[in-house]
């Protein structure tokens, strides 16, 4: 069960290997105090509600990508964002998507920011330095 002084975990939907171990190195380099849970589509992504349930810690921020197997991102955020009790939790898109329908459709369902994928790796860095500044130290939750 987790704590109001805890340090949260951060969720990550990644389906893909490369972009997955780009995320963690960069975590890793930047010597992130999170733990990085992850989900490779987004079935595993849904699957942590009921875990939240019986009292696992609820992550400082979901990192999520749309296009994902099983169920897609964009679907995920859906339910994330129509869940009585989880809706408040700060969802990122961080995709290689460029399409405007999908940024549009993003917001419209509550997503929180929506990034694109950095390709090199030192703006990738620089980009896991921003996540977690902002959602993991700055931003305040709510319990």
């Known amino acids: 069960m987790s704590t109001v002084n805890s340090v949260p975990p951060i969720l990550l939907v990644e389906d893909n290997p490369m972009d997955l171990d ?17 989900a490779r589509d987004g079935e595993e992504a849904l699957a942590w509600l009921p875990r939240w349930d019986e009292g696992a810690a609820q992550p400082a921020v979901i990192l999520l990508d749309i296009n ?56 990738f860095i620089e980009v896991a330095e921003h996540i977690e500044l902002y959602w993991c130290v700055f931003n305040e939750r709510p319990y």
């Open 68 to 123: 994902l197997p099983k169920v897609n991102g964009l679907e995920v955020l859906q339910q994330l964002k129509a869940h009585e009790r989880y809706r408040r939790i700060p969802v990122v898109v961080l995709t290689s998507s460029r399409e405007d329908r999908d940024l549009r459709t993003a917001y419209d369902l509550g997503v929180n920011s929506y990034i694109e994928k950095p390709v090199s790796f030192s703006k």
């Open 22 to 38: 780009l995320t963690l190195r960069a975590f890793a380099r930047k010597k992130f105090a999170n733990e990085v849970q992850i």
